[in-house]
């Protein structure tokens, strides 16, 4: 075909399909998939060469408005079906969109073996603490206390932490960002600058079954005090950002935790705030642990120390044991002990 | 309903085997290397030219504790002169390693037949662990048949005093010894298993010695004991008239592995084989995990639904997606076999049948997941499902599944057995330039008016796209799609018009399978004895028999058990009867009576044990009384 000519940019709308879309008016997705069409332009992808691979739930139905390769596939195994593809084809760029659902509870195992495999692929987990597309059950990271059609009295179970639960498995990026962040396709770029799995957090707004659980940190007049926006190399700064930050994270040496300091005339260093390090893990697994309320919501890059993806060591490994053997079929159907039967019998 | 139960009766066993035909069974602790000596011992008879079907017959437990009941580990093999095709119902030999050996086995030995027995197995310990009060050896309770016992273990011992082994290595070759009486018995050449142990110990040389010291003392025993007549003779058994050429032996689970590896390469496509360990299908991931070099990538996955998963995901990015398992395994891929359906993307799903239902008897033979791969998923969701028959027709359907798979754009599923996977029968190399290729073409530009992702070919399956194809990027899913253009579409006319498509595609693939041959007898007649799968043998050899007395009886064996070949309706309906012999509670025979309304009968066989000839013998019998 036409390889000779050079990659034409992108731009946001190219990565629109003629699809209508089909989620609740005013639904949190929307705001995610225009991050991700503004994203993709930047970073250079292309939509021959870039696969959406879903499981089942609202967030699901992603792939369906994306102008690449796509595979709405069955609950929770989307990061099965990608691994398949990635070692298929590691050229290809692959997405996973999934939700908490769909990712944590029927997903679970294959959560957990995508990133501690570390296939390279990024993955979009549409946090809403709730199940919507079955109409409104708890999920397995809706808080303690939730009331839904099958929990009419409150949840008794403790919620999963995906941030905690995609480092315990060995994830070697982590991240966090909300749908309506402004900062959120920067996010997305550094998940997929990221070689190996990345894992990406996204809280996610479901306007109809959890309506505004998250507006603790998202809404404008709770976001000074609610997120902590983290750089690499900056110090932990919140709070009032236009006096460089009024509160900080610092090191609790006695308790080896975490806590919040304030920060007085920008003297950060005085008030012991730490500088993040995204290749801590041990850091970062104190910030994924970090309660909301008293602390607040670590956002940004928690977490970025790659390690050889696993599609590269497969075919590495596919490479040398292959080194220096001809596949002759013929040969292979002869191999083990064979003997001959010729006119006189049989004969080794 | 005729069981096995009901037919089955002392008086089988006297049912004369073809005077040209031995069956020997091995039997000792799961520790003696029973498998590794009926293996041996089978090449040593493949190379003596004789014809020969294997059983083995081994616990679930891996390291059993010894000399326990549960813990015996057995080979059966049947060698002659003439055609054969089961390992055989009755042993006529019966080497018994231990007390349990000989109590689990005995009571299959013909009347008359001759037991060998290692005395220096038969301690109070041992017997106590069987379960026996008095040494059967001197209790007379062994009268119907020859007994040989003598001190194998001591033997062993002796024979390798010089090598300097320590009392449990020594008796580590005690297999070899028995082997070496074997082959005596039965007039074998000794050195290929001396070449074969050459290269096994190669890096212990004095294991191989030794091991070789017992095999050649094990041989002289035989010589020296007919001299000294104690009952002990040799028998030398014809070769059996083969076509000319290159053979080996091989199992049904290396037939699957290389039949894939060629079926791939006849596609033209890379492989990808998506597998969780399970018995007994786990030989077939671990042959496939060898062989890089002929472009397969084997993907041990973290369950059974990431195992099929992965393998569409390699489908829909263009490799050929295979994945194995056995019943439970299957069960759990149930929903991804569905979203395999809907997609159209091909992929070849093996089930090595085991005994259940749950986890059931893992490394027993059962053929009744038969329902479960014609039916067993949600919707209406048509696959074809194919069943091999031995171990060498293994490795012809394994190319027909791919074949299928791809020309049609569906998952296919193989039916073996545990019986066929671990079976070893002597294969004749096929030429590989004999097998006809199946080449894939993926669409590489858009269809004239547009890219329709779900457009049909005149076998209806649709384009397979591969992702990396630039300007043909489009979506699928496990919802719903519109024919032709693949969006999601839940209108009632889509729905309808759809499900009718992928069963009429389906149903399509009789138009390029072979008619339903006799594979005995001819059209029309009395009775048709049908079957499918592993059953292959005993039919073969029970009609065999009933022909040779005059019995108006013919043989029909179905590989493709659905789509079912097309003439197959007209076939069954041109015999008065139908016996359908099976290894479950009468699958086959319901499918049969749903799709022809023949009056299809059942013979039916739970018992984790192949079916004896003598049962289908007694079942003809009875039908043609």
Same mark, same amino acid.
């Given at each position: 075909m036409n390889d000779m000519t050079p990659p034409q940019k992108t731009l946001p709308k190219d990565w629109e399909t003629d699809q209508e879309v089909r989620w609740c008016p005013g639904c949190g997705d929307y705001a995610i998939l225009k991050a991700v069409q503004r994203t993709l332009p930047e970073i250079g992808a292309r939509p021959e060469k870039t696969v959406f691979v879903s499981g089942i739930g609202c967030s699901s139905r992603f792939p369906y408005y994306v102008e690449s390769f796509g595979f709405h596939t069955i609950h929770g195994r989307a990061p099965a079906v990608a691994t398949g593809v990635k070692l298929a084809n590691p050229d290809l760029d692959v997405w996973i969109i999934t939700g908490d659902g769909d990712a944590l509870s029927i997903g679970g195992n294959h959560t957990m073996h995508v990133l501690r495999r570390n296939l390279d692929c990024q993955i979009l987990l549409f946090n809403n603490e709730i199940y919507g597309l079955t109409k409104g059950q708890y999920s397995? @990271?809706?808080?303690? =206390?939730t009331r839904s059609p099958s929990t009419p009295? /409150? +949840?008794?179970d403790h919620p999963a932490k995906p941030a905690a639960f995609a480092l315990g498995a060995g994830a070697r990026f982590v991240a966090r960002g909300y749908d309506v962040a402004k900062q959120l396709p920067d996010v997305l770029k550094a998940a997929y600058a990221h070689k190996g799995a990345a894992f990406v957090e996204i809280f996610q707004n479901c306007i109809v079954y959890n309506k505004d659980v998250f507006a603790g940190f998202t809404e404008k007049q709770h976001a000074a005090d609610g997120q902590l926006w983290l750089e690499n190399g900056k110090p932990m700064l919140f709070g009032d950002m236009k006096k460089g930050g009024t509160r900080g994270i610092a090191l609790d040496r006695d308790k080896l935790c975490l806590k919040v300091v304030d920060v007085v005339d920008g003297d950060w260093q005085a008030a012991g705030v730490i500088v993040h390090d995204v290749t801590n893990r041990s850091v970062a697994h104190m910030l994924v642990e970090m309660p909301f309320g008293p602390f607040p919501m670590a956002l940004g890059i928690l977490y970025d120390d790659p390690k050889p993806s696993f599609e590269q060591a497969v075919i590495a490994q596919n490479e040398q044991a292959a080194s220096g053997k001809t596949p002759d079929l013929q040969k292979l159907l002869s191999s083990g002990q064979t003997w001959t039967v010729g006119a006189s019998g049989p004969q080794l | 309903m005729a069981s096995v139960a009901q037919i089955?009766?002392? !008086?089988? &066993? +006297?049912?004369? %085997?073809? %005077?040209e035909s031995v069956v020997v069974r091995f039997a000792g602790d799961s520790g003696d290397g029973m498998q590794l000596t009926g293996g041996q011992f089978t090449l040593s008879t493949a190379l003596s030219g004789n014809d020969l079907a294997t059983f083995p017959d081994f616990p679930a437990e891996i390291r059993a504790p010894q000399g326990t009941l549960f813990g015996v580990s057995a080979f059966q093999i049947n060698f002659g002169s003439s055609d054969i095709s089961t390992a055989g119902d009755a042993p006529d030999v019966l080497i018994a390693m231990n007390p349990a050996a000989l109590k689990t086995n005995v009571k299959d030995l013909k009347p008359g037949g001759l037991i060998i027995a290692d005395t220096g197995e038969f301690n109070d310990r041992n017997l106590a662990k069987a379960k026996y009060d008095v040494s059967p050896l001197e209790d =007379? +309770? *062994? +009268? !119907?048949w020859r007994v040989l016992a003598f001190d194998i273990s001591q033997l062993t011992r002796d024979s390798v005093k010089e090598f300097g082994l320590g009392n449990k290595e020594a008796l580590r070759c005690k297999n070899m010894w028995t082997l070496g009486l074997a082959l005596w018995m039965f007039d074998r050449d000794r050195q290929p298993i001396i070449d074969w142990l050459r290269v096994k110990f190669a890096k212990a040389p004095e294991l191989a010695d030794a091991n070789i010291a017992a095999l050649n003392a094990g041989h002289a025993y035989g010589e020296t004991a007919e001299i000294g007549g104690h009952g002990l003779a040799q028998v030398h058994v014809a070769p059996a008239p083969q076509p000319e050429g290159l053979y080996r032996t091989i199992t049904g689970a290396d037939a699957i592995a290389y039949g894939l590896v060629a079926g791939a390469q006849l596609a033209e496509l890379p492989m990808f084989y998506g597998g969780y360990p399970i018995t007994p299908a786990s030989a077939v991931l671990h042959a496939l995990s060898k062989l890089k070099e002929y472009g397969v990538t084997t993907f041990q996955a973290e369950d059974e639904i990431a195992a099929i998963a992965s393998s569409i995901g390699a489908s829909y990015a263009g490799s050929l997606g295979v994945t194995c398992s056995s019943g439970p395994g299957i069960a759990l891929k149930g929903e991804a076999l569905g979203l395999a359906i809907m997609t159209e993307l091909p992929l070849v799903v093996v089930n090595i049948q085991r005994g /259940?239902?749950? @986890? /059931? *008897?893992? &490394?027993k033979t059962e053929q009744s997941d038969l329902y479960q791969a014609v039916y067993g998923r949600n919707g209406d969701a048509p696959l074809p499902v194919i069943a091999a028959c031995s171990p060498a027709d293994a490795f012809d359907c394994a190319i027909e599944a791919c074949r299928i798979a791809t020309q049609y754009m569906t998952p296919v599923i193989l039916l073996s057995d545990g019986y066929i996977a671990n079976a070893a029968e002597p294969w004749q190399v096929p030429d590989v330039k004999s097998l006809a290729p199946f080449p894939v073409r993926f669409l590489e530009e858009a269809q004239e008016g547009g890219l329709m992702p779900y457009a049909r070919d005149n076998k209806l399956a649709r384009p397979w796209i591969k992702p =990396? &194809? %630039? /300007?043909l990027m489009h979506r699928i899913g496990g919802i719903e799609k519109s024919a032709g253009t693949g969006h999601i579409d839940y209108s009632p006319a889509n729905h309808q018009a759809m499900t009718e498509l992928r069963r009429n595609k389906v149903l399509g693939i009789a138009e390029s399978i072979p008619d339903q041959q006799v594979s005995q007898g001819q059209t029309g007649g009395k009775l048709a004895v049908v079957g499918w799968g592993s059953t292959f043998g005993p039919i073969h050899q029970a009609v065999r028999r009933a022909r040779a007395k005059g019995q108006d009886v013919s043989h029909i064996h179905i590989r493709h058990i659905w789509p079912l070949p097309k003439n197959l309706g007209d076939l069954l309906k041109s015999y008065d009867k139908v016996l359908v012999p099976e290894m479950n509670t009468g699958q086959l025979k319901t499918l049969l009576r749903d799709q022809y309304l023949v009056d299809a009968r059942p013979l039916n066989k739970v018992s984790g044990q192949p079916f004896r000839i003598a049962e289908i013998e007694a079942a003809i019998e009875e039908q043609l009384g």
């Open positions: 397995p @990271t809706s808080r303690e =206390g009295y /409150g +949840s008794v | 089955a009766n002392p !008086a089988e &066993t +006297s049912v004369q %085997p073809a %005077p =007379g +309770s *062994l +009268s !119907a /259940g239902p749950s @986890t /059931g *008897l893992p &490394t =990396g &194809t %630039p /300007g």
